[in-house]
Nanobody, 124 residues
Framework: QVQLVESGGGLVQAGGSLRLSCGAS????????MGWFRQAPGKEREFVAG????????NYADSVKGRFTISRDNVKNTVNLQMNSLKPEDTAVYYC?????????????????WGQGTQVTVSS
């Protein structure tokens, strides 16, 4: 199992940038695929970005493609989300998640472990 802690959220103006980080502790971080999800009030938790165990492949929600970049460092046991050109609709609590072999990497049901979340607020 792994324990995940997100950091880096905050309040920014539209067009600005933030970098979120997720630190992991536990056995064999590199054995887990990682994902970032977000949840706005009254909304379902939605997929943002995912990265394979080795970091060799990534995928993104259409809404963030070209603006966000996910990365991981399997030595430091961290996964990051660089968010550029932020929009008000990006406002949400952002969560990192870890999962074993995934049938559908974009589904919340596929992940076993979750961080506590970090708030991102983008003002107009």
């Amino acid at each position: 199992q792994v324990q995940l802690v997100e950091s880096g959220g905050g309040l920014v103006q539209a067009g600005g940038s933030l970098r979120l980080s997720c630190g992991a502790s536990g056995r064999s971080f590199s054995s887990y695929a990682m994902g970032w999800f977000r949840q706005a009030p009254g909304k379902e938790r939605e997929f943002v970005a995912g990265i394979s165990r080795s970091g060799g492949s990534t995928n993104y929600a259409d809404s963030v493609k070209g603006r966000f970049t996910i990365s991981r460092d399997n030595v430091k046991n961290t996964v990051n989300l660089q968010m550029n050109s932020l929009k008000p609709e990006d406002t949400a609590v952002y969560y990192c998640a870890a999962g074993g072999p995934l049938l559908n990497p974009r589904s919340t049901r596929e992940y076993d472990y979750w961080g506590q979340g970090t708030q991102v607020t983008v003002s107009s």
